[in-house]
């Protein structure tokens, strides 16, 4: 099976002044479509730049990253741009959305770049708020939803352009150990029913149990990738 994500020899180098500094140092790595993979590290260990990168945010100074067999580390800013819309889904721990727009107006967004119909925008992003258990709140502005709700609203928004890739970072952040429990088990439930690839990055060893395999960031290098069983969605961690 031919990788989703392939990383090769990836370093990612700033410059500070005449300092340099090396946020990611070699990273190679494959995820398959249809993994649910958490990505951990402490602070400054990596993570948020490899996401980043697999984001199509930023370029790698070296080394190459293809998904779904295209070589997008060679890519202008306006090319990653069309594959972040068309291919990828961000959540992250502020949910980012509007506060004066409805949750389905929320949804909606990443549409109006899109070449989906308008006649059939609003179905779309009907069916991504019910795949996010969010029925009957479409007309909820943020203020008057919960925060696991309005995080649910962010998942909405990142489903609606059907991406091959779903990027969460920090996902539950925000939000109380009860909550944190519901959205793992939407992400699971999504992962499970509907075979979405997702990459998550969580410093919480009880959120990274519900993906399928953990890899861990160290000094801008990835110094494990374990398999293991996930929390079943319909469980919540103990």
Request: charge should be neutral.
């Given at each position: 099976m031919d990788a989703l994500?392939?990383?090769?020899?990836?370093?990612?180098?700033y410059t500070l002044g005449e300092v340099e500094i090396s946020a990611l140092r070699g990273a190679s790595?494959?995820?398959?479509a249809g993994e649910f993979v958490a990505v951990?590290?402490?602070?400054?260990?990596?993570?948020?730049?490899f996401m980043n990168l697999i984001g199509c945010l930023d370029r790698p100074t070296r080394g190459t990253y293809r998904l779904a067999g295209v070589d997008v580390s060679t890519l202008s800013a306006d090319q990653r741009a069309s594959i972040r819309n068309r291919q990828i889904g961000f959540v992250f721990q502020s949910f980012n959305?509007?506060?004066?727009?409805?949750?389905?107006?929320?949804?909606?967004?990443?549409?109006f770049y899109s070449d989906v119909r308008?006649?059939?925008?609003?179905?779309?992003?009907?069916?991504?708020l019910a795949a996010a258990a969010l029925s009957g709140r479409e007309h909820h502005l943020p203020s008057?939803?919960?925060?696991?709700?309005?995080q649910r609203v962010a998942i909405a928004r990142a489903l609606v352009n059907h991406p091959s890739l779903l990027l969460a970072d920090e996902p539950t952040g925000n939000l109380d150990t009860h909550t944190s429990v519901e959205i793992m088990a939407l992400f699971a439930r999504?992962?499970?029913?509907q075979g979405l690839t997702i990459v998550l990055v969580t410093h919480e060893p009880d959120i990274a149990r519900y993906a399928e395999r953990i890899v861990l960031f160290r000094d801008g290098q990835i110094v494990s990738d374990v398999r293991q069983t996930a929390v079943p969605a319909e469980s919540p961690a103990a």
């Open positions: 994500i392939a990383i090769r020899d990836v370093w990612k180098i790595l494959d995820i398959n951990m590290g402490a602070s400054g260990s990596g993570k948020s730049t959305l509007l506060n004066r727009t409805t949750a389905i107006e929320n949804v909606e967004l990443p549409l308008l006649s059939d925008q609003r179905q779309r992003a009907r069916d991504a008057q939803l919960s925060g696991g709700e309005q999504l992962h499970r029913e």
